[in-house]
C-alpha cells in the first residue's frame, strides 16, 4: 500500500514539475517548466509524468526535498503571516507565483518546518489555548492565498499535503512520534484550511492526511481535543462540515457505491471517522456543564463510561455536559447511515477482537434509528441464546423446555398478576428476563406474535399512571409524570414499572410513557440538579430562578429558610429540612445558590430516592447487560421508550404497502387516505393502535413502520380488521367512500381485545 502511495506520489511530482514547475529561475531541467520550457497542457503533462516515472527521470531538487522532506541548510525554513504575505505582494507585481509555489511546498510539506510556522509572537500554552500556533495568522494566510486566484498555488498545497501525509503515516506507524512540543501544530494548521471540502482535496490530499491523523498516540489524540475544545463553535462546525462532506462524497462515488464493497472497509471513511471523534470529544468538552457536576447517585451505579482509551485519558464524564459547542445531530452522517449494513457492523462490533472496524465504536455518527436497529440485534442474539441454553438443561436435566418468558394474565387483575409473576421471574430465574416475551390474556383466544405483547404493555402503562393508583403526579404544565414521593404503594410496584420500561425496550415496544429528561439521566447514573428541574418542574424552577437572579435583599424581602413544604395524597402539610437546623438558617443574597442545589437535589433525588431505586433495580434487571447505555443517551433512550412525535402521516403514506389486489392508485386506496389525512390527531392515534397495537411512533419515524393494507374480500358490512402483530390493514372493498368512513371509525373506536369483530 505504502509503495503504491509513493508510486502516486512521485508521479504527482513529475505532473506538478511539468505544469508548475519548480519555482527556481533559471532552472536547467528540460523536464521543469521553470526552466523556460513549452507549456504543456495537463492530458499530456499527465501522459508524460508516467513515462518520467518509468525511467526514473530527473527531479527538480526542491520537489525531491519536498518529497524526502529534507533540506540541504541546516536552518530549518519556516513561514509567518508578514514573510509569506511580504513574498505574495513581490510575486503579484511580479505576475509570477513560482517562488511562492517553491516556498510553500518546502514548507508544507516537511512537519519540521510547518510545526516551526505561524508561531506566536511570545510563545506560550495555557489552559485557555493549549497551542502557541498564531490561529488568527493562519486562517489570514489561508484567505490571502486563496484570494490570488491562481491554481498554482492551489496546487502547490494539495500536493504538499499529500507528501506530508505520507511521511506523517510512516513516521506514526513504524516510529515513535517526535518530543517535539509543537510536534501537533501541524495538524492544528492544516486543519484550518478552508478549502479542504473541495474536490482536489477530497479525492485524495485530505483522506491521506486523515488517514496519518488516526494514527496519533491517545496522549496526543487528548491534547489536539483540548485544543480544539477551545475554537469557538463555528469553527468546529466547519471542521465536522469538512469530514462529514469527505464521508458523503465517498459513499456516493467511492468503493462502496462503485463495487458495493463495505462502507466499513473504506479507508477514506473511517479515517474521517476517526478524526470526527476528536471533534465531537472536543464540542463535548469545549460545551456547557453543569455546575454541580450531577456526579453519580451511588456506587453500586458507576457513571456509563465507554470502554475508549482516549475518553479515560481526558477524564471527563461526557453526561455531565447540557450542551455541547454543536448539536449532536450534526455528527450524525445521513448518506453514511442509508449504506451501512447494520448487521455487518454489528457483528463487528461483536467480534472487535479480529481487528475490523464498526461504526457502533463510534455510534456518534449513527443516528437513533441505526442504533435502534442494533440493539435489536443485540437482544435477539441474547434472546436465541437463552432459548437454546434452555433446550440444553432441558435435555441434561431432563426438564421440560420454557424457551420463553410466558406472562398469563387477567384483564381485570392485571397489574396484580403481571407484577406476582414478574417478581416471583426476577427472583427464581432473572435470567429468563432475558427470553422473548409472550402474553396470554386469560379467557381470550389469541397467539402472541407481538401484537398481545404491545397490548398488554399499554394497559399496564394506562393503569399505573393513572393518578388514582398513586404512584405518580401528573404536571399539568409540562405533561410530565413524576414519582409521588408520598406514595404508599410498595416498592413491587415500582420495581414493574421498570421492569416493563425495560422489557418493553428488550422487546421492541414503544409505550406511552411521559417522563421527563432527568429520569433518564438517573437511569445513567446521574443525580437530578436544577438545571434539570427547569425541564420537570418549570413552574417551581422558574421561582427558585427569580429568587437567583432577584437584585434585591433576599435575606429581609423574600424571608426564606432552608426548609420545603409540600402536601402529601391526603392534603396534610409536610415541612422538610434541607440541611441540618435548616429551618433557623435564613436564605440570603450569598448563601441562596446553595439553597436552590439542595431544593432540587431534594424534589429530584432524596424525596423520591426509595421509589427511583425501586423502579431502576426493575429497569437495570432487564437491560444489565445490555449496550444500551453505551449505544445511547439517555434523550435517545426516551426515544426508545416513547417513540418520536412527528405524525406525519405524509410519510406514512409513502411508505406503505399493499397487497391481495389493492395497489397505490386503486379507489379504495385513494378513498383511505383521503379519509385518514382529514382526521383529528386522536383519531390518527387510534387508528395506529387499531393496526399497531400502539399509537406510538418508532424511532426514524413513519418509514420505519411498514404499514400494509390488504384487500379483504368484496363489499360488506363487516368493519375492518387488523393484525397487530404484523401491522396489516385488513380492508373489505367497500362500495363508496362514505362507508368506508363510517366503517373505520367504528372500527377503530370501540376495538380493544380480541374477539370483539
Request: charge should be negative; proline fraction near 4%; aromatic fraction near 10%.
Amino acid at each position: 500500500m505504502y509503495r503504491k502511495r509513493a508510486a502516486e506520489q512521485m508521479i504527482k511530482s513529475y505532473f506538478f514539475q511539468l505544469t508548475d514547475g519548480c519555482g527556481l529561475e533559471g532552472c536547467s531541467n528540460e523536464y521543469c517548466a521553470s526552466s523556460g520550457r513549452k507549456q504543456t497542457s495537463k492530458d499530456d503533462a499527465a501522459a508524460l509524468a508516467l513515462q518520467l516515472f518509468m525511467k526514473k527521470a530527473r527531479l527538480c531538487e526542491p520537489l525531491l526535498q519536498e518529497r524526502n522532506h529534507k533540506v540541504p541548510s541546516k536552518e530549518v525554513p519556516f513561514l509567518t503571516e508578514q514573510s509569506l504575505l511580504s513574498d505574495l505582494d513581490s510575486c503579484k507585481k511580479e505576475g509570477n507565483f513560482k517562488r511562492l509555489v517553491h516556498r510553500i511546498g518546502v514548507v508544507f510539506s516537511s512537519s519540521e518546518s510547518l510545526n516551526k510556522s505561524f508561531l506566536l509572537d511570545v510563545p506560550s500554552k495555557t489552559q485557555d489555548m493549549p497551542t502557541n500556533v498564531d490561529i488568527e495568522s493562519v486562517r489570514r494566510m489561508y484567505s490571502a492565498l486563496f484570494k490570488t486566484g491562481d491554481s498554482s498555488v492551489e496546487n502547490s498545497l494539495i500536493n504538499s499535503l499529500v507528501s506530508l501525509a505520507q511521511t506523517l503515516e510512516m513516521d506514526l506507524r513504524y516510529k515513535s512520534p517526535s518530543n517535539n512540543p509543537n510536534y501537533l501544530n501541524q495538524f492544528v494548521i492544516i486543519m484550518e484550511n478552508s478549502m479542504l471540502q473541495s474536490p482536489e482535496y477530497l479525492d485524495k490530499a485530505l483522506p491521506s492526511f486523515l488517514n496519518a491523523m488516526g494514527l496519533l498516540p491517545v496522549k496526543l489524540q487528548a491534547t489536539l481535543v483540548h485544543i480544539w475544545a477551545k475554537f469557538p463553535s463555528q469553527q468546529i462546525r466547519r471542521m465536522v462540515e469538512t469530514l462529514q462532506q469527505l464521508i458523503t462524497y465517498q459513499v456516493l462515488t467511492g468503493p462502496s457505491a462503485m463495487e458495493s464493497s463495505p462502507v466499513q472497509e473504506d479507508d477514506s471513511i473511517v479515517a474521517a471517522t476517526k478524526t470526527m471523534k476528536l471533534l465531537h470529544y472536543a464540542s463535548i468538552l469545549g460545551g456547557m456543564f453543569d455546575k454541580t457536576g450531577g456526579d453519580c447517585e451511588d456506587a453500586a451505579t458507576a457513571c456509563n463510561i465507554v470502554d475508549d482509551p482516549l475518553v479515560k485519558e481526558l477524564k471527563i464524564d461526557f453526561l455531565n455536559c447540557r450542551k455541547p459547542l454543536i448539536p449532536y445531530e450534526e455528527f450524525v452522517n445521513g448518506p453514511l447511515n442509508d449504506q451501512i449494513e447494520v448487521d455487518r457492523d454489528f457483528s463487528h462490533f461483536k467480534n472487535d477482537s479480529h481487528g475490523r472496524f464498526a461504526f457502533l465504536n463510534y455510534n456518534f455518527i449513527l443516528s437513533t434509528a441505526t442504533k435502534s436497529l442494533s440493539l435489536y440485534y443485540d437482544n435477539r442474539v441474547r434472546m436465541y441464546s437463552e432459548r437454546r441454553l434452555t433446550l440444553i438443561y432441558s435435555l441434561v436435566r431432563g426438564q421440560p423446555p420454557v424457551p420463553y418468558l410466558r406472562l398469563k394474565v387477567r384483564r381485570d387483575h392485571l397489574i396484580e398478576d403481571a407484577l406476582v409473576s414478574l417478581e416471583m421471574t426476577s427472583q427464581d430465574n432473572p435470567s429468563d428476563l432475558k427470553k422473548q416475551l409472550f402474553v396470554e390474556f386469560e379467557g381470550e383466544q389469541g397467539i402472541d406474535e407481538g401484537g398481545v405483547s404491545k397490548e398488554f404493555f399499554q394497559l399496564v402503562v394506562e393503569e399505573i399512571f393513572n393518578p388514582d393508583f398513586g404512584m405518580f403526579t401528573f404536571d399539568e404544565a409540562t405533561r410530565y409524570c413524576w414519582f409521588d414521593p408520598t406514595s404508599f404503594e410498595t416498592d413491587g410496584q415500582f420495581f414493574l414499572i421498570g421492569l416493563v420500561l425495560g422489557l418493553a425496550i428488550y422487546n421492541n415496544v414503544i409505550l406511552d410513557v411521559h417522563f421527563p429528561m432527568v429520569v433518564y439521566r438517573k437511569l445513567f447514573g446521574k443525580k437530578g440538579t436544577f438545571e434539570d428541574l427547569k425541564d420537570s418542574h418549570s413552574v417551581l424552577a422558574a421561582s427558585l430562578q427569580d429568587l437567583l437572579d432577584y437584585e434585591g435583599d433576599v435575606e429581609n424581602e423574600m424571608m426564606c429558610t432552608f426548609t420545603i413544604g409540600y402536601t402529601d395524597m391526603f392534603g396534610s402539610s409536610i415541612t422538610k429540612e434541607l440541611k441540618e437546623n435548616g429551618s433557623q438558617m435564613v436564605v440570603n443574597n450569598e448563601n441562596r445558590w446553595e439553597f436552590v442545589e439542595l431544593y432540587a437535589d431534594f424534589i429530584l433525588n432524596k424525596s423520591v430516592e426509595k421509589q427511583f431505586k425501586a423502579f431502576r433495580r426493575g429497569f437495570d434487571m432487564v437491560v444489565d447487560e445490555s449496550p444500551l447505555k453505551t449505544f445511547f443517551r439517555p434523550d435517545e433512550v426516551e426515544l426508545l421508550v416513547s417513540g418520536c412525535q412527528d405524525f406525519d402521516f405524509e410519510a406514512l403514506e409513502k411508505s406503505t404497502g399493499y397487497e391481495n389486489g389493492f395497489t397505490e392508485n386503486s379507489p379504495m386506496i385513494r378513498w383511505f387516505w383521503e379519509i385518514v389525512h382529514s382526521f383529528s390527531l386522536e383519531q390518527k392515534k387510534q387508528l395506529l393502535m387499531f393496526t399497531t397495537g400502539s399509537d406510538r411512533i418508532p424511532v426514524g419515524g413513519f418509514s420505519k413502520l411498514k404499514l400494509l393494507i390488504a384487500r379483504n374480500g368484496p363489499d360488506s358490512d363487516r368493519l375492518p380488521t387488523a393484525h397487530t402483530c404484523f401491522n396489516v390493514l385488513l380492508l373489505p372493498e367497500y362500495s363508496s367512500s362514505e362507508k368506508l368512513r363510517e366503517r373505520l371509525l367504528k372500527a377503530i373506536t370501540h376495538a380493544k381485545g380480541f374477539g370483539l369483530l
